[in-house]
């Protein structure tokens, strides 16, 4: 599976090769910007009928977010970059929202690299898929997770936005449901959790129904379910799908334009400090940078302010979602792993067999973990 | 010992047998330390490792955004003629610093604390007091009043928290009184569950540390013994027993109490140790040490 990473050239390269270049980073990422990078997937979706395969969530339904390693001369497996972290996206593509492929693809490097500033040591892998409504001819368009630049404007730009509708109830309950019976990754094997985002302006049809499970995951979805893990002969329902997700994964919903209502909205299904409201999504790899970094720790909550300015996020946008970001459970995954077993793999490590969950020496050992319980002397 | 922030420099010293707090729910430790930087004494609130640095950080917001309230009560109270001051700002600490500790001592962020127009040193927790003195009616009445005041205050803010007694201090001879955890608190004015919560554990917290309490019998009102303050008891039964009302309601309705009993004359701070038989009166210059 190799050992390549994103790179800006990389990047620069595939969007060149599809006729698409930019002048600087500024103009990259300048709401001026027009671009179109789905207009020749749109054309064949038109033609054909058919979602292309690369982001159809009913052609191999499950997305995977594995490990990746490097023969070693003694036939064991060396970790290449790092314990993966899959992060899954899902924009919204109805109404006002409908740029967002495009806008996803602009913002790609930085979307990489903020995450990877908050994650030394990971393996980034980045799922970026598009939901709609059920009136469309798809309501999703979900991709596997992918590491390199090349694989991710690929998939990025197969997609189908439709951008019919307006900013009324829409159904980003199917890529929930995707994301949380239809994910394979390795972090939840190690008792931590990927993360989720969730982008949108509108609120949710909380159904889930069997029809649309078919039109969206094929007929078999219910095998695929249970190849995945899932014991239950019933489909899940909404509240299902809400408590999985929370258990899998990280999960956040940027609301965009949001106010109190759509808070205690969505806070009804992440919790109410997982809802981030924004202004707008100019800088939302900024935003689920700092998400990421108030999780696992790396991004201090007093340093927060700070650190989006250093990044020219806007004095008012700062404002705008300020007092959300502060409500991000700081350090959540840093708790995961005190009450894992697990110890995280990082470069190097080196694993008996591909398909052992820990690298040689740790295979099931619980870690020594502090007492919190000692003594005044040990606080100081 | 010394604590120093990441960037080396030197903020405060302490010793670990000036603990003033500790708690085990969220392994938040307050510590009584001397500031390098003026050598006054001041509060240090220390979390047990860096996984509470949100909470401390949520404080230090919340502490900072309580002072600009209370600046612009201040600032309306004068544009409607009035001299006196307010005096939000005496029933919270005031933030000196929030700062992050260097990674030899665990990355921990921690908030330094003082009191507005008072020494830190001069004021008792009521957590050390709760269990071996009672206070007369008077004495808890105004403790009370001050609670109720801070809690209208946050209230007028559109915020909320959630009071315990264990966080309270008070200084008996100026009748100051001062919260100090706002880790929890909140801008969120749906929260109002959190201020009916605190409204209730004020009320019960004073009807207890009363002397018409004990362990014992419960609460129980002798009218052989007290005078005049059935009338008083009744209005903490009623702030207990329904505390869904808001703090300014009952702000009102607790002065409207005292009002009539016994005016807004000062009255020392009168104690009784549960051992002991005698009453005693804070006068002016005298120490109280529990």
């Given at each position: 599976?190799?050992?390549?990473?994103?790179?800006?050239?990389?990047?620069?390269?595939?969007?060149?090769?599809?006729?698409?270049?930019?002048?600087?980073?500024?103009?990259?990422?300048?709401?001026?910007?027009?671009?179109?990078?789905?207009?020749?997937?749109?054309?064949?979706?038109?033609?054909?009928?058919?979602?292309?395969?690369?982001?159809?969530?009913?052609?191999?339904?499950?997305?995977?977010?594995?490990?990746?390693?490097?023969?070693?001369?003694?036939?064991?497996?060396?970790?290449?970059?790092?314990?993966?972290?899959?992060?899954?996206?899902?924009?919204?593509?109805?109404?006002?929202?409908?740029?967002?492929?495009?806008?996803?693809?602009?913002?790609?490097?930085?979307?990489?690299?903020?995450?990877?500033?908050?994650?030394?040591?990971?393996?980034?892998?980045?799922?970026?898929?598009?939901?709609?409504?059920?009136?469309?001819?798809?309501?999703?368009?979900?991709?596997?997770?992918?590491?390199?630049?090349?694989?991710?404007?690929?998939?990025?730009?197969?997609?189908?936005?439709?951008?019919?509708?307006?900013?009324?109830?829409?159904?980003?309950?199917?890529?929930?449901?995707?994301?949380?019976?239809?994910?394979?990754?390795?972090?939840?094997?190690?008792?931590?959790?990927?993360?989720?985002?969730?982008?949108?302006?509108?609120?949710?049809?909380?159904?889930?129904?069997?029809?649309?499970?078919?039109?969206?995951?094929?007929?078999?979805?219910?095998?695929?379910?249970?190849?995945?893990?899932?014991?239950?002969?019933?489909?899940?329902?909404?509240?299902?799908?809400?408590?999985?997700?929370?258990?899998?994964?990280?999960?956040?919903?940027?609301?965009?334009?949001?106010?109190?209502h759509d808070r205690r909205y969505w806070g009804k299904w992440f919790g109410t400090e997982h809802v981030?409201?924004?202004?707008?999504?100019?800088?939302?790899?900024?935003?689920?940078?700092?998400?990421?970094?108030?999780?696992?720790?790396?991004?201090?909550?007093?340093?927060?302010?700070?650190?989006?300015?250093?990044?020219?996020?806007?004095?008012?946008?700062?404002?705008?979602?300020?007092?959300?970001?502060?409500?991000?459970?700081?350090?959540?995954?840093?708790?995961?792993?005190?009450?894992?077993?697990?110890?995280?793999?990082?470069?190097?490590?080196?694993?008996?067999?591909?398909?052992?969950?820990?690298?040689?020496?740790?295979?099931?050992?619980?870690?020594?973990?502090?007492?919190?319980?000692?003594?005044?002397?040990?606080?100081? | 010992?010394?604590?120093?922030?990441?960037?080396?420099?030197?903020?405060?010293?302490?010793?670990?047998?000036?603990?003033?707090?500790?708690?085990?729910?969220?392994?938040?430790?307050?510590?009584?330390?001397?500031?390098?930087?003026?050598?006054?004494?001041?509060?240090?609130?220390?979390?047990?490792?860096?996984?509470?640095?949100?909470?401390?950080?949520?404080?230090?917001?919340?502490?900072?955004?309580?002072?600009?309230?209370?600046?612009?009560?201040?600032?309306?109270?004068?544009?409607?003629?009035?001299?006196?001051?307010?005096?939000?700002?005496?029933?919270?600490?005031?933030?000196?610093?929030?700062?992050?500790?260097?990674?030899?001592?665990?990355?921990?962020?921690?908030?330094?604390?003082?009191?507005?127009?008072?020494?830190?040193?001069?004021?008792?927790?009521?957590?050390?007091?709760?269990?071996?003195?009672?206070?007369?009616?008077?004495?808890?009445?105004?403790?009370?009043?001050?609670?109720?005041?801070?809690?209208?205050?946050?209230?007028?803010?559109?915020?909320?928290?959630?009071?315990?007694?264990?966080?309270?201090?008070?200084?008996?001879?100026?009748?100051?009184?001062?919260?100090?955890?706002?880790?929890?608190?909140?801008?969120?004015?749906?929260?109002?569950?959190?201020?009916?919560?605190?409204?209730?554990?004020?009320?019960?917290?004073?009807?207890?540390?009363?002397?018409?309490?004990?362990?014992?019998?419960?609460?129980?009102?002798?009218?052989?013994?007290?005078?005049?303050?059935?009338?008083?008891?009744?209005?903490?039964?009623?702030?207990?027993?329904?505390?869904?009302?808001?703090?300014?309601?009952?702000?009102?309705?607790?002065?409207?109490?005292?009002?009539?009993?016994?005016?807004?004359?000062?009255?020392?701070?009168?104690?009784?140790?549960?051992?002991?038989?005698?009453?005693?009166?804070?006068?002016?210059?005298?120490?109280?040490?529990?």
């Amino acid at each position: 599976m190799g050992h390549e990473i994103f790179s800006s050239y990389d990047y620069i390269s595939s969007m060149s090769s599809r006729g698409v270049s930019y002048s600087s980073d500024e103009e990259r990422r300048s709401k001026e910007r027009k671009h179109d990078v789905t207009s020749a997937a749109r054309q064949k979706v038109h033609k054909t009928g058919k979602l292309d395969p690369a982001v159809d969530p009913a052609i191999d339904t499950i997305r995977r977010s594995l490990i990746r390693f490097e023969a070693t001369e003694d036939k064991k497996w060396r970790v290449s970059v790092g314990c993966p972290m899959d992060i899954e996206s899902t924009l919204d593509s109805t109404g006002s929202m409908g740029d967002n492929v495009d806008k996803a693809i602009a913002v790609l490097p930085d979307t990489y690299a903020l995450a990877s500033e908050m994650l030394p040591g990971y393996d980034v892998q980045i799922a970026c898929g598009i939901f709609g409504d059920i009136v469309d001819d798809f309501v999703l368009n979900r991709p596997q997770f992918e590491m390199t630049a090349e694989k991710i404007v690929d998939y990025l730009t197969r997609m189908n936005p439709e951008g019919e509708g307006g900013d009324s109830a829409e159904d980003p309950q199917y890529a929930m449901f995707a994301s949380a019976y239809f994910t394979a990754a390795y972090t939840n094997r190690i008792g931590l959790k990927g993360y989720f985002f969730l982008i949108t302006d509108a609120s949710m049809h909380s159904r889930i129904s069997n029809d649309m499970l078919k039109r969206i995951f094929g007929d078999n979805f219910l095998e695929k379910l249970h190849e995945n893990g899932y014991e239950g002969d019933e489909i899940p329902d909404m509240q299902d799908v809400a408590a999985k997700l929370k258990e899998t994964k990280h999960a956040f919903v940027i609301a965009v334009e949001g106010d109190s209502h759509d808070r205690r909205y969505w806070g009804k299904w992440f919790g109410t400090e997982h809802v981030i409201r924004v202004p707008d999504t100019t800088y939302l790899p900024e935003i689920e940078a700092a998400i990421i970094g108030l999780t696992e720790g790396t991004l201090e909550p007093i340093d927060l302010e700070v650190w989006l300015k250093n990044h020219q996020v806007d004095g008012g946008y700062i404002d705008y979602c300020q007092y959300d970001l502060r409500k991000v459970p700081y350090g959540a995954q840093r708790k995961l792993e005190e009450a894992s077993e697990y110890k995280i793999p990082k470069l190097g490590d080196i694993f008996e067999k591909k398909t052992d969950l820990q690298p040689c020496g740790h295979e099931n050992k619980p870690l020594d973990s502090p007492d919190p319980k000692e003594e005044d002397g040990s606080w100081l | 010992m010394i604590l120093k922030d990441r960037d080396g420099n030197e903020i405060c010293s302490f010793d670990k047998s000036d603990l003033l707090f500790s708690s085990d729910a969220r392994q938040i430790k307050i510590y009584r330390v001397r500031s390098i930087a003026d050598g006054k004494i001041k509060l240090l609130k220390v979390p047990y490792d860096k996984l509470s640095n949100n909470l401390i950080q949520n404080e230090a917001d919340f502490l900072r955004f309580l002072a600009d309230k209370s600046d612009e009560f201040e600032k309306k109270n004068k544009q409607l003629g009035n001299e006196y001051l307010i005096h939000y700002d005496w029933l919270f600490p005031v933030l000196e610093d929030s700062f992050l500790t260097g990674p030899e001592q665990g990355g921990r962020q921690m908030n330094l604390l003082s009191i507005r127009d008072a020494h830190v040193a001069d004021f008792v927790p009521l957590a050390k007091m709760f269990s071996d003195y009672r206070v007369d009616a008077r004495t808890s009445a105004w403790m009370l009043g001050r609670m109720l005041k801070l809690q209208t205050f946050v209230e007028q803010c559109g915020a909320s928290f959630c009071a315990h007694r264990d966080y309270i201090i008070f200084e008996p001879k100026s009748h100051r009184l001062v919260y100090l955890n706002w880790l929890d608190a909140t801008r969120n004015p749906d929260n109002f569950r959190d201020n009916v919560a605190s409204l209730k554990e004020s009320a019960t917290c004073f009807t207890c540390w009363t002397n018409w309490y004990s362990e014992e019998e419960g609460l129980e009102y002798d009218s052989d013994r007290f005078t005049n303050e059935e009338e008083l008891l009744e209005t903490y039964r009623f702030l207990t027993e329904y505390p869904e009302i808001d703090a300014i309601e009952a702000h009102r309705i607790l002065y409207k109490t005292l009002d009539s009993l016994w005016g807004r004359n000062y009255h020392p701070f009168t104690y009784i140790k549960a051992s002991e038989l005698i009453w005693h009166s804070l006068g002016s210059d005298d120490d109280f040490c529990p």
